[in-house]
């Protein structure tokens, strides 16, 4: 397993010395976001630190997908609030406006600051960065520093919640991302004896009945262009009244419309209100989604990115196939 950051020794010298640390989400947790920052505040923990974890919300139910509350630990969760620490460490994202603006305020009153991160798209706004942008998740890059802060402190918990973020974000196993050290640090977190197959289970293959209603709807009135290459799915309003369902539900649903055969990139709009939308983007190999959401102010992965966009829906739909069609 290769140890190459020169950061990572900065970054655990800074959890070290600090007594009081703060760990941040970004807007819209998805598992390894979730299952990350709660791993390595228990394992702070551990080392005899006083931890919080915030989420960028003041309700925070409302942004944690239904399907990882089963996690260990889940309700460490708080709300932002004005404490001050010796150290905040935002995981899994690049750039402050993935903190969102609720929580930003309190992650600069830090005295200092810590970003643990994989995505190409990044921002220098702490004191220590350590980013590996081809690791297939965040937690892989937190598994290898705990690894090298003191291994002795991983426990089952903490090997089921790193799992959780790894296997989620590296699509079982099938993206691009995944390589020979993410099978290897899979495979480590298997020897402290966590349910693999339950984990898997619950986050990739399970769904709930209303969100199954959500996703078979939107599937059956995809938008297919340019022979088949691009698709674009869409969540209303509507949508969610008429399932019961909300915009976190959206998630993972976007994978099914990629799935087609021909699809070189998919297009996910979630309308989050009245004329903001939030977008998802996928594609396969060289087409990149990246490109896509940094066309309006987004960023991510090669493969897989995200933006928010304000404006009429009919135009926003327009520029978006625009946009998609060029990428192709």
Known sequence: ???????????????????????????????????????????????????????????????????????????????????????????????????????????????????????????????????????????????????????????????TLLYAGLVTDCGNFSYESTSQETFFVASELLGYGIDFSDITRRLTKDVDYNVYRLKTKVLSEAHFFADNRLVVIVFRQKDFLDTGTKEKDTDGVINEAQNVTSVQLAISIAEVGTDRFKISFRSKGNVSARACAEAFGGGGHQNASGCRISGKFEEVFNKLVSVGKSKL
């Open 1 to 159: 397993m290769k140890m190459t950051n020169n950061n990572y020794q900065e970054a655990i010298s800074y959890m070290e010395k600090a007594d009081s640390i703060a760990v941040f989400m970004h807007i819209n947790p998805d598992p390894d976001c979730i299952g990350s920052a709660l791993a390595l505040s228990l394992f702070l923990k551990k080392k005899g630190k006083k931890v919080s974890v915030f989420t960028p919300d003041t309700k925070t139910n409302s942004m944690v997908p239904e399907k990882v509350k089963f996690l260990p630990h889940i309700d460490m969760l708080n709300k932002c609030d004005k404490k001050e620490f010796d150290l905040s460490v935002a995981v899994d994202l690049g750039e402050t406006g993935r903190i969102g603006d609720l929580a930003l305020p309190t992650f600069y009153k830090g005295e200092k600051s810590l970003v643990i991160d994989h995505h190409e798209t990044y921002s220098d706004f702490a004191d220590v960065t350590v980013r590996e942008e081809f690791a297939s998740s965040a937690a892989q890059i937190i598994y290898k520093i705990m690894c090298a802060y003191d291994k002795t402190c991983i426990d089952k918990d903490i090997a």
